[in-house]
């Protein structure tokens, strides 16, 4: 396991930008994948997008072409690129984390809150 710690949420006007950024506990963990994933109050939690070891990225519709996902694997670093933000991407954002060989996001931060004012 490795703590993840994210930072970087707030409040911003719509058409604004953010950039998350989660932090791992532990220099040199390998992980298979990195993740974002948000929840809005009364909302399941959903994917955002993802990045796997290689460099592929996954992003769901509603962000495509609006957010970045990437990693800085020197400093045990993963970011959220968040552009053009709309009221509708208000939410607690999470940071997780697949381990070794896993496909399995199990690690998660304690997320982080963004509010985008219309």
């Known amino acids: 396991q490795v703590q993840l710690v994210e930072s970087g949420g707030g409040l911003v006007q719509a058409g604004g930008s953010l950039r998350l950024s989660c932090a791992a506990s532990r220099s040199n963990f390998r992980f298979n994948a990195m993740g974002w994933y948000r929840q809005a109050p009364g909302k399941q939690r959903e994917l955002v997008a993802t990045?796997?070891?290689?460099?592929?990225?996954y992003y769901a519709d509603s962000v495509k072409g609006r957010f970045t996902i990437s990693t800085n694997n020197a400093k045990n670093m993963a970011y959220l690129q968040m552009n053009n933000l709309k009221p509708e991407d208000t939410a607690a954002y999470y940071c997780?984390?697949?381990?070794?060989?896993?496909?399995?996001?199990?690690?998660w931060g304690q997320g982080t809150q963004v509010t985008v004012s219309s």
């Open positions: 990045i796997a070891k290689g460099g592929s990225t």
């Open positions: 997780a984390a697949a381990l070794g060989g896993s496909s399995v996001f199990s690690s």
